[in-house]
Nanobody
Framework: VQLQASGGGLVQAGGSLRLSCAAS????????MGWFRQAPGKEREFVAA????????YYADPVKGRFTISRDIAKNTLYLQMNSLKPEDTAVYYC?????????????????WGQGTQVTVSS
């Protein structure tokens, strides 16, 4: 089972990036999924989550209104559209699949993790 995150890069403040997370080895159509991030010297923090059906989403306050999480169940792929990026969004971004239908912010409920993709926002 593998989650492969991609789409990170270097962007100027105010720019946009779209992260993808492709799952292989099994389907996660019955699992909530989420994105977390970890900046240098900081703990991993929750960014966004989506329900197994894709009809409910949940965002951390710092990214509300700027980031959009979505999923394509047929493609077994998770996305994170990031707009109006700020330097404080700089971090390694990780995708994760939750235990069953959980779709909240607690990292302990996520038991499959991708390898991370670096996002760097310059000022």
């Amino acid at each position: 089972v593998q989650l492969q995150a991609s789409g990170g890069g270097l962007v100027q403040a105010g720019g946009s990036l779209r992260l993808s997370c492709a799952a292989s080895g099994r389907t996660f159509s019955n699992n909530g999924m989420g994105w977390f991030r970890q900046a240098p010297g900081k703990e991993r923090e929750f960014v966004a989550a989506i329900s197994w059906r894709g009809n409910s989403t949940y965002y951390a306050d710092p990214v509300k209104g700027r980031f959009t999480i979505s999923r394509d169940i047929a493609k077994n792929t998770l996305y994170l559209q990031m707009n109006s990026l700020k330097p404080e969004d700089t971090a390694v971004y990780y995708c994760a699949a939750a235990r069953k239908s959980y779709s909240g912010s607690y990292y302990g409920q996520y038991n499959y993790w991708g390898q991370g993709t670096q996002v760097t926002v310059s000022s």
